[in-house]
């Protein structure tokens, strides 16, 4: 067979073109053609037990599991039909039936495609017993919650863990049933990348929330509440509101978090910006001093994931803090300071694409002065369900634009939220650094895209610069694999956890899958190549805030730098 072969199928009488060796369901799904799904996931091998994808295919007897079959020439696909309906119908009312729980409503509200179908099918969820007896609710450290009455044994949480080479989750006899539990040995902790999360169609695994607590902190008179919000979040949050993948809503954004009653909204991209000169120096640094490799440290799940596995490269983590760290402290010291605000009545929120942020927020080293730079952390779906819930609509609001001083960002800035982003803002400000001269052309292609290891060459003043940009913590082992037998084989290495960077973030909208991270990427470099300012050392409000506020090594290390130690495991529940 030719896999890219064109032959020509019918769905419900329907003349479609297709490629050899496709299934069913994504040829279904390539010509928006219903059909209804659970386990299936493009990110994971194909399972074929949920059933509700079933079809029947003419002159073959039975029906055909439409995510596992393949497609062949001539092939005639029924997908709706009284027999086909009665089937779904049974197997989505035995696969809630693997609930505890009977009522619908204790399903999360963010994004369960299990409740989704149960509600478009109308199915009774009470005709038949529940098989679970036993529902313990687990939660890992400050990111995650598992609700295992909730959980339907498609074994989505432990593919992808163990594609993340994680096994942190995995299958467990429990009173005759194999049931997902969290792993107790001491050698497998999670690292709150939150990919269990988005490939959970069932909202058994959650983010721990926290938009109560910042609605509190709203209402309260006495806080100063400044929102901050990520790059990759104007790139994602408008699919929530039934926007194309990838639309671009940075301003409608704003509109909504001042809405909520926000006092101020400012950009992590300009804390991106301080990150891209403080990792431009620290490279520079080790490529003089010869220590290489340099790696990124803005992602938590990855920088725990070392602590905890790979200790001895901890000296080759970055120590610059990550964006959302390097602002939070900056509202709390240089703008309090600007605004004579006492610090201690200022309330940080930052919207993330990460589950894995609300670990970070709480790490002991980051204090300044007493207090943590970020107070509360919301995934992309939290404040979807926040703007939901005060009947917000980013499709209708009025854009506003974003305060100042601290939203101001260069193009550099936002495409962070990238694989490659990082590592490219860095090489643009290195290369200025190093050569006291500036790139005729900035893009670096070599690093951009979704393949999960990218390698590259970079010339810098005629010395070559070894780079590897790597995301999904697999591809990570791999690296650090060919660094353990040739230590100086890369200069800078830049890890996300997430397939895609934060595009792909465990706190993102779902669905997800290779050709939505692609379309949220590439909205964010045209977002870059539209920037009138596009090297973070050009960036007017950085040069000032290092000019009037940053004007020591001691006062830069206290707000741009952190450091790290040897973790042991600190997810248990015995």
Same mark, same amino acid.
């Given at each position: 067979m030719n896999k890219n072969k064109r032959i020509q199928i019918i769905i419900d009488?329907?003349?479609?073109?297709?490629?050899?060796?496709?299934?069913?369901?994504?040829?279904?799904?390539?010509?928006?053609?219903?059909?209804?799904?659970?386990?299936?996931?493009?990110?994971l091998d194909i399972k074929a037990n949920c059933r509700l994808c079933m079809v029947e295919i003419k002159n073959r007897k039975g029906l055909h599991a439409s995510c596992s079959t393949k497609v062949e020439e001539g092939m005639e696909i029924i997908i709706d039909s009284p027999k086909i309906k009665k089937i779904r119908e049974i197997n989505l009312e035995l696969i809630f039936a693997q609930h505890h729980k009977k009522d619908i409503k204790h399903i999360s509200v963010?994004?369960?495609?299990?409740?989704d179908l149960i509600k478009k099918y109308k199915i009774k969820t009470t005709r038949f017993k529940n098989r679970k007896k036993k529902y313990p609710i687990y939660q890992f450290g400050p990111s995650i919650i598992f609700d295992s009455s909730k959980c339907i044994d498609c074994n989505n949480c432990i593919d992808v863990c163990n594609k993340q080479t994680i096994g942190f989750l995995e299958k467990q006899k429990i009173e005759n049933f194999n049931q997902v539990v969290p792993s107790e040995d001491e050698n497998k902790d999670c690292i709150y990348c939150g990919q269990c999360v988005v490939h959970c169609p069932s909202g058994a695994l959650m983010a721990v929330e926290n938009f109560k607590n910042v609605e509190k902190e709203i209402e309260n008179k006495n806080k100063i509440v400044v929102f901050q919000f990520a790059p990759s979040i104007r790139t994602s949050i408008g699919e929530e509101f039934d926007l194309p993948y990838g639309s671009i809503v940075t301003e409608q954004l704003v509109a909504g978090i001042k809405e909520l009653g926000a006092d101020r909204v400012f950009d992590t991209c300009v804390g991106a910006d301080f990150t891209t000169i403080e990792e431009a120096n620290e490279l520079i640094e080790k490529l003089e001093n010869k220590t290489t490799p340099c790696l990124t440290s803005c992602c938590p799940a990855w920088v725990k994931f070392i602590e905890f596995n790979y200790p001895k490269f901890i000296p080759h983590l970055a120590t610059t803090r990550s964006p959302q760290i390097i602002l939070g402290g900056l509202i709390k010291t240089y703008w309090a300071k600007k605004e004579n605000i006492n610090p201690k009545d200022i309330t940080v929120v930052s919207i993330m694409p990460c589950v894995a942020k609300k670990y970070e927020i709480q790490r002991k080293e980051l204090e300044i002065n007493g207090l943590m730079p970020v107070d509360y952390v919301l995934t992309t779906r939290e404040l979807a369900y926040l703007f939901k819930k005060h009947n917000i609509n980013l499709k209708e609001i009025s854009p506003q634009k974003i305060d100042n001083p601290l939203g101001i960002h260069s193009?550099?800035?936002?495409?962070?939220?990238?694989?490659?982003?990082?590592?490219?803002?860095?090489? /643009?400000?290195?290369?200025?650094?190093?050569?006291?001269?500036?790139?005729?052309?900035?893009?670096?292609?070599?690093? /951009?895209?979704?393949?999960?290891?990218? /390698?590259?060459?970079?010339?810098?003043?005629?010395?070559?610069?070894?780079?590897?940009?790597?995301?999904?913590?697999?591809?990570?082992?791999?690296?650090?694999?060919?660094?353990?037998?040739?230590?100086?084989?890369?200069?800078?290495?830049?890890?996300?956890?997430c397939p895609g960077g934060c595009i792909g973030g465990g706190g993102q909208p779902m669905p997800i899958d290779s050709e939505i991270r692609k379309k949220r990427a590439d909205s964010l470099y045209r977002i870059d190549d539209k920037k009138e300012i596009r090297l973070a050392h050009k960036n007017p409000i950085i040069k000032k805030v290092y000019q009037d506020f940053l004007v020591s090594k001691e006062m830069v290390h206290s707000i741009c730098h952190t450091e790290y130690s040897q973790k042991k495991k600190e997810v248990k529940f015995k």
């Open positions: 009488n329907k003349k479609i073109d297709c490629f050899e060796k496709q299934t069913i369901l994504e040829v279904a799904k390539e010509n928006l053609i219903d059909i209804p799904f659970l386990c299936s996931h493009p990110d963010f994004n369960s495609h299990l409740l193009g550099a800035g936002v495409i962070y939220g990238a694989s490659g982003g990082v590592v490219e803002s860095a090489l /643009r400000t290195a290369y200025k650094k190093i050569t006291k001269k500036e790139l005729t052309k900035i893009e670096f292609e070599q690093v /951009r895209g979704m393949e999960g290891i990218k /390698r590259a060459t970079i010339k810098i003043n005629g010395k070559s610069v070894k780079i590897a940009v790597i995301n999904g913590i697999e591809n990570a082992k791999k690296i650090l694999k060919e660094l353990k037998k040739e230590p100086q084989l890369y200069d800078a290495v830049e890890v996300m956890a």
